[in-house]
Structure formats: structure tokens, C-alpha cells
């Protein structure tokens, strides 16, 4: 079993630094829906720059209702594109 802790807030100083707090017990961090609303692929870019040896899941939806993840393969390439459920 794996945690994953979600980072859904606007701020990416913020998050950043709520991610350094928690990084040691979880095993994969995710940049939240709101995180790539604001600042789109730089906070995916920060957090691997930040914390290199951790999965990073990246989730964008429209709407809660059947939505589907979705990903820019092109650069996400590199990260975990799939579900942990």
C-alpha cells in the first residue's frame, strides 16, 4: 500500500513547502487540479525539482461529474500516468 497526499491549493510556494513537511511518509505527491489551473506545467516542474526520488501523480479534471484525468503525454512521459485506486 502506498499514501498519496493531494496538493489542491493555488498557492506553489505554499504547497511547496506543506510537500517538504509531509514528503517523508508519503510515497507519491500529486499536483492538484488547482495547482495546474494556476500555474500549469511549472508546478509539476517544481515539484520534481524539489523532490526528485518521489512519484509524482498529476491530476486535471473539468468536472466531477465522469471526468477523466488527462495528461500531455508528450512531456508528462517521464511520470506515473495511471491509477492507484
Known amino acids: 500500500m502506498k499514501l498519496q497526499i493531494s496538493f489542491d491549493m493555488p498557492d506553489l ?3 511547496i513547502a506543506t510537500a517538504s513537511l509531509v514528503s517523508p511518509y508519503a510515497d507519491i505527491l500529486e499536483v492538484g487540479t488547482l495547482l495546474i489551473y494556476h500555474h500549469g506545467v511549472k508546478a509539476v516542474e517544481r515539484f520534481k525539482q ?6 509524482i501523480f498529476v491530476l486535471g479534471k473539468i468536472s466531477n461529474h465522469n471526468f477523466e484525468p488527462f495528461f500531455f503525454q508528450s512531456f508528462f512521459k517521464n511520470f506515473y500516468l495511471g491509477s492507484f485506486a
Open 50 to 55: 524539489e523532490f526528485p526520488k518521489k512519484i
Open 13 to 15: 510556494e505554499k504547497a
